[in-house]
C-alpha cells in the first residue's frame, strides 16, 4: 500500500543509487562474519568425516581419562556435529539484514507507471554494491494467475 512518504519512481528513474546506505554497510560486515562461520563449520564438519572415515581402529586411555585429543578421537561424531552448527550459524547472520533492507525498500520508495498509477509491471528489488551503496533496480513481477491462461 502506498503512503504519502513514499518516493515514487518510474521505470525510467531505475537504476536509482543510495550512496553510503548504513544497512548495506551493515550487511557486508555481517556477510563476511557469516563466511567465516561458514568456512570454518565447513572444515570442522569435514575434519570429523576424515577421523570417522580414517580414525585409529583402537585408542588406549588411561585410568585418569581421555585426553583431548582420544576424546575427538573417540568422538567424532561430536566434531561434525559441532562443524554443521557453525555452518547453521553462519547462514543465520546476514539474512535478518536482508529482510531489513527489503522492509525499507517498501517503506519508502514505490513504483509507478508514467502516468502515476502504481505499476504492476515489476517490483522494486536493492542489490548492494562494495562499498555500503544501494541500487535499487527493476524486478519482474511474478506472473497472475490471470495471465497464465
Known sequence: METPSQRR?????????????PLAQKLESRQKVGNFFTIAGVVVAFIGVLIMIGG????????????????????P??????????????????????????????????????????SVEGVIAGQIEPGGHLN??????P????SQT
Do not use: K, W
Open 143 to 146: 506472473p497472475t494467475p490471470e
Open 56 to 75: 585409529p581402529s583402537s585408542i588406549l586411555v588411561s585410568y585418569s581419562g581421555p585426553t583431548l585429543t582420544q576424546f575427538i578421537l573417540l568422538n
Open 77 to 118: 561424531g561430536m566434531v561434525v556435529s559441532i562443524g554443521v552448527f557453525l555452518l547453521c550459524i553462519g547462514s543465520q547472520i546476514a539474512p535478518p539484514v536482508v529482510r531489513e533492507i527489503e522492509a525499507f525498500i517498501s517503506e519508502n520508495f514505490t513504483l509507478v507507471d508514467d502516468h502515476g498509477i502504481p
Open 9 to 21: 519512481l518510474t521505470i525510467a528513474d531505475l537504476p536509482h543509487r543510495i550512496e553510503n546506505f
Open 136 to 141: 535499487l533496480v527493476l524486478a519482474s513481477a
